[in-house]
């Protein structure tokens, strides 16, 4: 795959930095359906690269199914001309094979970089009763299983969040999995499901809707400041879901890296900056440099976790 180098002015500093441009359009797979996180990440990428590549198009595609697997078992079949990439999500590669239902391995998809982050959050309606996390807690053991808190898919990021949930706090919730995000938030508005467990992001952009009760963060967000974090409660609880770009792995190497540079070319853009912080992202980077070392721990931290949820066995 070759590439084409165009010449942009750094908004910063005036100065002038040569980027790697693609010479053909790229094909952007999104794994889950428009509307949510995923969807939202995808199209500050696209209005960004138009800026620094403006002589190609970035064209975003969507296969949702199977909380994202259906892509991923089909990455490999897309063509490795350095110009399909697919969205790609932590920690969903690493349980949804565990869990067996899924006709991919985690090692068949190919990362070539992870741009951020989402911490978790739980969320319910700007209607709910329950204005607090420790009346959500309340509640819930007053009911056992009745209170339902939706999520993005199975054995994904939500779906691990629910149950280290549940588990942390002695209660019992029953999950109800979304194809993604954007489905998630009409029943969450509409008061089909009593909360979910699901990202900043989510409770970011829908502010006014929907109420975050806590945040598996550090520090508690600045877009958020009267939700307390799960450490203000006293549970070690700092976690969330990665999101990246993969590419078939019949793609040469070059071409990988040279999308890896550009798409960290793209999180240093300060308008990238300025999108992420308003929807919620942390932003990250992890390219191919340092891609073998990230996955190993990753991939352990998430087998654990799998395993405590009863999967792999």
């Known amino acids: 795959m070759r590439f084409a180098f165009a010449v942009i002015a750094s908004l910063l500093s005036g100065a002038a930095a040569a980027q790697a441009c693609p010479e053909k359009n790229l094909l952007y797979w999104q794994a ?14 696209q209005l960004v690269l138009k800026k620094k590549c403006p002589a190609i198009e970035t064209i975003i595609q969507y296969k949702p199914g199977a909380g994202g697997g259906l892509l991923w078992m089909q990455l490999n079949q897309l063509p490795g001309d350095g110009l399909n990439i697919a969205g790609i999500n932590l920690p969903h590669i690493v349980l949804q094979p565990m869990e067996g239902t899924v006709q991919y391995r985690t090692d068949d998809i190919t990362p070539v970089y ?42 994904s990021a939500n779906h691990a969040a629910h149950e280290r949930l549940d588990a942390t706090f002695g209660i019992r919730t029953t999950y109800v999995p979304f194809k993604g995000t954007g489905d998630m938030t009409t029943a969450v508005i509409g008061g089909h499901v009593a909360g979910a467990m699901s990202y900043t992001a989510f409770a970011v952009n829908n502010k006014g809707k929907v109420r975050a009760l806590v945040v598996a963060m550090e520090q508690r967000h600045p877009l958020l400041p009267e939700v307390p974090t799960f ?4 549970i070690d609880w700092v976690d969330g879901a990665f999101r990246g770009i993969g590419m078939p792995k019949s793609t040469p190497a070059e071409a990988r890296r040279r999308m890896s540079e550009l798409w960290a070319a793209l999180n ?17 980077d992890v390219g191919v440099d340092r891609m073998e070392s990230f996955m190993n721990e990753r991939v352990r931290a998430y087998t654990e976790a799998g395993k405590r949820m009863g999967l792999g066995k």
């Open 268 to 284: 240093a853009d300060p308008e990238m900056k300025e999108l992420a912080a308003k929807s919620g992202f942390e932003l990250v």
């Open 32 to 45: 889950f359906p428009a509307g949510g996180e995923s969807d939202l990440s995808a199209r500050h990428q």
């Open 114 to 155: 992870w741009f951020h982050y989402t911490p978790d959050a739980l969320v319910v309606a700007e209607s709910s009763p329950l204005r607090s996390f420790q009346d959500f807690v309340r509640a819930a053991k007053e009911q056992p299983e009745r209170i339902t808190l939706g999520g993005s898919g199975l054995n």
């Open 231 to 234: 450490r203000e409660l006293g």
